[in-house]
């Protein structure tokens, strides 16, 4: 699927994203696990990007990016996500969020690997001034076949937030388990569902949710186009914060 050649609408594309204004996925829950190329080694990743508006009785207009890029050696993995999502209101901003994500995966066999991870994330219009995350744990290659690839995984991990409007930081420890679903439809077709599940330690009451189903398909050299949908539960989120948050994206993502 990776081809030398650009063509002039990947060029374009990749301009396109690199301008939206920085602004992230509200999820503290970030799919690590796509966007990559999983076999060639050295450097690889991706970049896409997507836009929403709406007019007449409201003007809205919605900017959502992301970029990943891998470095893939013969035992070792390391990977940067960073992301981005920004909606105006006849010119007012309603959300805004960042998040970015650094992960390491240390290959034992063909089936399992060492997770490490540190993540940083931002949402003013969630009451979130921070959250910083760190977590170490491992992944299980479940099914790997021609058309399926399943992943299980589950991790320690570490939380430290700053809400607005309160002092000092909240700090937890947390279980982070996830399954993970990729289906090769048909050449260049593929289907992508994603689950997470993370209960606090000291409170399994206190937990977070997230799934995610996407379809991408390619399209020319290496530009596709995606659509999705996403859903976060917090099941104690902050005072004026509600549980639930979704989305809907659709955009182009190129691959390099």
């Known amino acids: 699927m990776k081809q030398k050649g650009r063509s002039f609408i990947s060029i374009a594309l990749v301009l396109t994203v690199l301008v939206i204004p920085a602004a992230g996925a509200r999820a503290a829950i970030v799919n690590s696990l796509r966007g990559f190329d999983r076999d060639e080694p050295g450097w690889s990743g991706s970049v896409d990007g997507s836009y929403g508006a709406s007019g007449g009785n409201t003007q809205e207009s919605t900017f959502m990016g992301s970029a990943r890029l891998q470095w893939k050696g013969a035992s070792h993995i390391g990977r940067l996500i960073g992301s981005g999502k920004r909606t105006t209101n006849n010119g007012t ?55 399926t690839l399943i992943y299980l995984g589950a991790t320690y991990m570490f939380e430290k937030e700053q809400i607005q409007d309160e002092e000092g930081f909240e700090k937890a420890q947390r279980l982070s388990s996830f399954a993970s679903l990729e289906l090769e439809l048909r050449e260049g077709v593929f289907v992508d569902l994603l689950g997470f599940y993370q209960p606090k330690f000291a409170d399994v009451a206190d937990w977070r949710a997230y799934g995610e189903i996407r379809l991408e398909v390619e399209l020319i050299g290496s530009l596709s186009l995606f659509t999705g949908y996403s859903l976060q539960y917090d099941s104690k989120p902050p005072i004026g914060v509600k549980e639930t948050d979704w989305t809907t994206k659709t955009g182009f993502l190129m691959k390099f």
């Open 93 to 147: 901003e309603t959300a805004r969020s960042t998040l970015v994500h650094l992960r390491h995966n240390y290959l034992v066999n063909n089936r399992w690997a060492t997770v490490a991870f540190l993540q940083l994330q931002e949402n003013p219009f969630q009451r979130l001034d921070s959250r910083f995350l760190a977590g170490l744990g491992g992944r299980w290659q479940a099914v790997k076949g021609k058309s």
